[in-house]
């Protein structure tokens, strides 16, 4: 029977991870219900931690006093009535007290089991155990993402989870019998180690250095799972639904990462192991830094002897452009639009002479099933096209990106720092380019629109929006011309062969789509 212990300390790690990606996926269907600011997922997060806190530093008191098996079920018992608990709060201050259970049994049941196999497994072991809870931190956003998707509230992905915890808790009081005799490693001792206060753990040799790093791994973890999918929502136009399920991807990397570093303890030790962590980390960081050549290298003179209709954005990424019967037009961070001068410079554009032809009329409709009618009608999906949508839009939600100054941010960075617009019952003009997946990079895969209204008084790269009422116009290209910047030093002496460049335009432009 003793065999058995080790997956069921697995399906503990399993629940473990269930609660813990749960908030930063629901979130930006939750605060808007709850009538909080976005930034009030951070108080929650902070009552669960320090709840994990108390908990944890009194878990070897309650493991020498009840036992590791009994610990563990009782504090998976706790998380699976704090998120009952959550599935039918309606007030913010109702998560809040719920938060203080979710906390403290977490942190009790997560301290007792690295102890207990600390002490009586081998280290790949630890690695495994991990990555048990890397899966349920991958079930827990694809649980609300389907929830959301299907179009029932936030408290219902709350809901299934609670029960999944529920069924784990039974299981693990059916196998408190297997607690009983305990083995190290693979020797079969019996141990009874003696607890080391918190001041003796600090003089330990490396202690220090590995709380520090252990910190900011933390720190990584927690501020990437809480607000990956609010970051995808509110400033990447993602729905809900499908935003939680992206979220799910940062801990489907890390439950991989802790498969594969169980087999590497066979090779390498400890030392060698946390080295190679922190290379690989700085590796995707620097993935990051895609470099920003954003000097403006043409004119809108220039521009305008190529085209008369066409988007951009200026040097450093000076607002949004949006050109019309051969006039340009840029919205910056005031949402304002006004007219650029001749001189005006800019790093990149699309531009093209007019030739629009009638396609359709279109009511009340949003921009994603806009955006697919418009490539069926064409029957293009592998050709480059333009569009220009007319009309009333009874709502739009644009964003201007503030303008940057040398040495210039990555792209990925820039895209944070940007302005965001909505209006309602606004009459313009949306134009936009459409680009086929398999020129991703050398442009932006599927649709790039802007938007400017016939007062011009608002306007820049849309994000969502819902047309009332409007006609539909396209115009198909059959030649792709680039102007590359080949008098720009920088541009001619950069390294692009490190750089991600498809991934950065994805991720600088948000959803795929255009939205």
């Not at 203080?100 to 007792?112: N, R, T």
């Not at 910056?332 to 009638?358: C, I, K, L, W």
């Not at 102007?483 to 460049?501: G, T």
Request: some cysteine.
């Amino acid at each position: 029977m003793v065999s058995l212990l080790l997956p069921i300390i697995y399906v503990a790690f399993i629940s473990l991870g269930l609660p813990d990606s749960l908030l930063g996926s629901a979130w930006p269907s939750m605060y808007p219900q709850l009538g909080v600011p976005v930034s009030y997922a951070g108080i929650i997060s902070m009552i669960i931690s320090l709840g994990t806190i108390i908990s944890s530093l009194n878990s070897d008191r309650l493991t020498r006093a009840l036992g590791t098996g009994k610990v563990t079920a009782i504090s998976v018992g706790m998380t699976a009535a704090a998120l009952f608990g959550f599935s039918v709060s309606g007030q913010f201050w109702m998560l809040c007290l719920w938060a203080i259970p979710y906390g403290l049994g977490a942190g009790s049941v997560d301290a007792a089991l690295n102890n207990y196999v600390a002490l009586h497994y081998e280290s790949r072991h630890m690695s495994w155990l991990h990555c048990m809870w890397g899966i349920g931190t991958m079930i827990s956003p694809m649980v609300m993402g389907a929830a959301l998707a299907g179009g029932m509230p936030w408290t219902s992905g709350y809901r299934y989870i609670a029960l999944f915890q529920i069924l784990l808790t039974a299981v693990l009081f059916v196998s408190l019998p297997l607690w009983q005799k305990r083995t190290v490693g693979t020797s079969g001792e019996e141990a009874a180690p003696t607890a080391l206060t918190f001041g003796q753990v600090l003089h330990l040799p490396g202690a220090k250095e590995v709380m520090l790093c252990f910190f900011c791994y933390c720190a990584l973890e927690t501020t990437a799972g809480l607000w990956a999918s609010s970051y995808l929502t509110l400033s990447r136009g993602v729905p809900a639904g499908t935003a939680a399920s992206f979220a799910s991807l940062f801990y489907i990397g890390i439950t991989a990462g802790r498969a594969a570093c169980g087999f590497l303890t066979l090779k390498f030790n400890d030392v060698q192991m946390i080295r190679m962590g922190q290379g690989i980390l700085a590796v995707g960081v620097l993935a990051l830094l895609v470099p920003g050549l954003l000097e403006g290298t043409t004119t809108i003179g220039e521009l305008l002897t190529h085209g008369d209709t066409g988007i951009g954005t200026g040097e450093g990424l000076d607002g949004e452009l949006i050109i019309l019967d051969g006039v340009a037009y840029k919205v910056g961070q005031s949402g304002v639009a006004e007219r650029v001068p001749d001189d005006f410079t800019m790093p990149f554009a699309n531009v093209h002479h007019a030739a629009f032809q009638y396609q359709c009329e279109r009511r009340d409709i949003g921009l994603e099933d806009l955006n697919n009618r418009i490539v069926e009608a064409n029957g293009r999906a592998n050709t480059f096209f333009s569009v220009i949508v007319r009309g009333t839009f009874s709502f739009i939600k644009t964003r201007a990106v503030i303008k940057q100054q040398a040495p210039y941010p990555t792209l990925v960075e820039v895209a944070d720092r940007q302005a965001m617009f909505l209006r309602h019952d606004v009459k313009g003009t949306m134009l936009g380019y459409f680009s086929p997946e398999m020129f991703h990079g050398a442009a932006v895969a599927g649709f790039h629109e802007h938007f400017l209204s016939d007062d011009r008084t608002f306007g820049g790269h849309v994000l969502d929006a819902v047309l009332d009422h409007g006609k539909i116009y396209s115009q198909v290209f059959d030649t792709l011309v680039q102007h590359l910047p080949v008098d720009d030093p920088e541009y001619r002496n950069h390294d692009f062969r490190h750089d991600p460049i498809a991934e950065a335009i994805t991720a600088a432009e948000g959803d795929k789509a255009g939205n």
